[in-house]
C-alpha cells in the first residue's frame, strides 16, 4: 500500500476543493461490529496527504481523477484499514467503510492457525457473486505472488479449517503472513462460477485488482467477484 507519509500534517475534512486531475471521495468510518457505531475523527490518507474526519465520522478527500490509488483509514483503538486500488472518474460517496477494533482483530485473529508473525500482512479477502453467480460457496481461493503466506477460510466470520468459502460471510478467508509491501493479487475459482476479470467497474469505482498489506496492527481489504460461466 502506499506510504502515509509524514511531509503534510493532516487537514480537517470539509468541503473540499479538488484540482483540474482531482475528484472528491466521501463517505463515513463505521465500527465494523455496528454500522450505527460510527469512527469519530478517523485519518484518511491518499498519497501522502491526509485529512481528519468529523466527530460523526464523515469525511471529504481529494484524490486523482482517472488513475490508481490506495486510501488508508487510521483511528485510535483500531486496526488501520488499506483499501483495494481504485480508480475513480467523478466525484464519489463511497458511503459506510467498516473499520474493525484492534480487540475485535485480536481476537480473530487468535484463531489463525498457526498463528500471525505480526511482522507479515494480513489481507482480508470478501467472495462475492454477481452477474448471474448464485452463491460464491466453494470457492477457493490463490494469492499470487503467494509469497510465504498462509490462509484460513472462515465461518461465521472465525478462521476455521475449511477447505472452501463458505457463503454470507463479511469476510470469506484471511491471508496472513504475506510479504509486506508487495503487490498481490487474488484469484477466485468456482465449480460453476467463475471470477470477473479486474478491472471491474460497479459503482462508479474501478477496482484494479492491487493490493498491499503492511506488518503490525494493521488489514488490507480485497473484494474479489464472481459471474456465472
Not at 463515513?28 to 461490529?33: S, Y
Not at 509469497?147 to 470469506?172: C, H, I, M, W
Not at 474501478?206 to 481489504?221: D, P, R, V
Not at 473484494?223 to 460461466?229: N, Q, W
Amino acid at each position: 500500500m502506499e506510504d502515509a507519509g509524514t511531509d503534510a500534517p493532516p487537514e480537517a475534512s470539509g468541503p473540499v476543493v479538488v484540482g483540474a486531475n482531482e475528484v472528491k471521495q466521501s463517505g463515513r468510518i463505521v465500527n465494523a461490529v455496528s454500522a450505527t457505531d460510527y469512527v469519530p475523527n478517523p485519518t484518511i490518507t491518499v498519497n501522502g496527504k491526509s485529512v481528519v474526519g468529523g466527530a460523526d465520522g464523515t469525511y471529504e478527500i481529494a484524490v486523482p481523477k482517472n488513475e490508481p490509488y490506495y486510501y488508508k483509514v487510521a483511528a485510535p483503538d483500531f486496526y488501520t484499514l488499506t483499501e483495494q486500488e481504485l480508480i475513480l472518474k467523478q466525484d464519489v460517496a463511497r458511503g459506510d467503510t467498516k473499520l474493525p477494533s484492534v480487540g475485535l482483530f485480536k481476537l480473530l485473529s487468535g484463531s489463525l492457525n498457526p498463528p500471525r508473525d505480526m511482522t507479515k500482512g494480513l489481507l482480508v479477502v470478501s467472495v462475492r457473486p454477481e452477474e448471474g453467480c448464485a452463491s460464491e460457496e466453494g470457492a477457493t481461493l490463490a494469492l499470487d505472488p503467494p509469497g510465504q503466506s498462509k490462509l484460513n477460510y472462515t465461518e461465521s466470520n472465525f478462521p476455521t479449517d475449511r477447505t472452501t468459502v463458505k457463503a454470507g460471510e463479511s469476510f470469506s478467508a484471511f491471508y496472513y503472513d504475506v510479504d509486506p509491501g508487495v503487490t498481490v493479487h487474488v484469484i477466485a475459482t468456482h465449480p460453476s462460477c467463475t471470477q470477473i476479470p479486474f478491472p471491474y467497474d460497479t459503482d462508479n469505482v474501478t477496482f484494479t485488482g492491487n493490493q498491499k498489506t503492511e506488518s503490525g496492527e494493521a488489514l488490507s481489504f480485497m473484494r474479489v467477484y464472481l459471474k456465472a460461466k
